[in-house]
């Protein structure tokens, strides 16, 4: 009798101490989870002179870096609606800043800045003026480029392609692409040259299937003396995409004409994979998720995740018992997506009621 009073009173103990702190651990801390776009390495220069302020240096790494964060997480068309912000608009939406470095060179002012923003805010920003944003998700795919000269049956490829060989040369520290360009391989010319009649509707797998990639671009330029046709043969997954463009009046043995065409093709490629990973923050969707307390560490885990998920726009504590923890959580998307997206970190649910629950 004594040993079961002792047993209930340690356990109530117990159960006061569990409360107390997580009493002071939610209502000591802000529920909504905030989260950061982080921009490392702004370089800024003036010149050091009488009038010279380190303030309009700040200013100008924070346009710089909020254009920066804009080419990661919209694409060009909607970037292009924003061109008025003001300066105090982008300041009140900065989290923090670091100077990295300083430096002076030949009376030149030098500045390294890294900028933290509130992604809350941008997002809120975004959606204002009408715009989605997309997941920054820097990945890898496969590029194969081929030139083909129509008039004389030509095919440019690998080494002897311009593209090929320079493509890379134009990256950009926003690019969320990066372009894996395969082997030079006797084998893939001669496939290539042996599916030349019907190229454009050949689909590469022969050369892709080499590449431990599920993701590729495939770029046909038909150049003539009059312009020049380019397909481009996107493969995510297993979705394909087919876009066709046309360049009037181009050389691509001009400098200028050959960087507009590579960049154009870039943006276009860029702004294909932010559609792909697009935000549609205009969907709310409301989430009861149920988790036992008594794991403190797998409940640090599961907020730890939360707060990576761009898709996850805010969580807090709904309320909470001796035995659970409840979660409200707001998602942009559909149910199915929230549990394929928690899949990938091992999270499954019970969802026969309403309150979801952490198996």
């Not at 003539?224 to 463009?245: A, C, Q």
Request: zero cysteines.
């Amino acid at each position: 009798m004594i040993n079961n009073y002792k047993f209930y009173y340690l356990e109530k103990l117990y159960n006061f101490f569990l409360f107390s702190s997580l009493i002071l651990f939610f209502f000591s801390t802000d529920l909504f989870q905030s989260k950061a776009f982080e921009i490392k390495n702004i370089e800024i220069s003036k010149p050091f002179e009488i009038n010279f302020n380190k303030n309009d240096v700040i200013d100008e790494g924070f346009r710089k870096s909020f254009s920066e964060l804009l080419s990661l997480i919209v694409n060009s068309k909607d970037k292009k609606k924003i061109t008025k912000i003001k300066l105090n608009e982008i300041k009140g939406m900065v989290e923090s800043f670091t100077i990295k470095e300083e430096k002076f060179i030949d009376e030149i002012y030098h500045m390294n800045l890294g900028v933290t923003f509130n992604r809350k805010k941008i997002y809120n920003y975004l959606n204002q003026n009408n715009i989605f944003p997309s997941i920054p998700l820097k990945k890898n795919f496969l590029f194969i480029p081929i030139i083909i000269n129509e008039e004389n049956q030509e095919l440019l490829i690998f080494s002897d392609n311009r593209i090929y060989n320079e493509w890379n040369n134009y990256s950009q520290s926003y690019d969320l692409i990066k372009y894996v360009m395969p082997t030079e391989d006797l084998e893939d010319i001669n496939i290539i040259k042996k599916n030349y009649e019907f190229i454009e509707e050949y689909n590469f797998n022969e050369i892709i299937n080499k590449y431990v990639l599920d993701r590729s671009i495939i770029l046909l330029i038909f150049k003539n003396d009059k312009d020049v046709r380019v397909l481009s043969r996107i493969t995510i997954k297993d979705k394909v995409s087919l876009k066709n463009e046309t360049f009037s009046n181009i050389d691509l043995e001009s400098e200028n004409q050959f960087e507009l065409l590579v960049n154009q093709l870039r943006t276009t490629y860029e702004d294909y994979w932010k559609d792909y990973n697009q935000i549609n923050t205009s969907i709310k969707l409301p989430l009861i998720i149920e988790l036992e307390n008594k794991d403190n560490l797998k409940i640090s885990k599961f907020e730890k995740v939360l707060s990576e998920k761009d898709l996850i726009s805010n969580y807090r504590i709904l309320k909470f018992n001796k035995d659970s923890v409840y979660y409200k959580i707001i998602y942009n998307g559909t149910p199915n997506s929230f549990l394929k997206v928690m899949s990938e970190n091992n999270y499954s649910f019970n969802t026969d009621n309403k309150v979801w629950k952490l198996k």
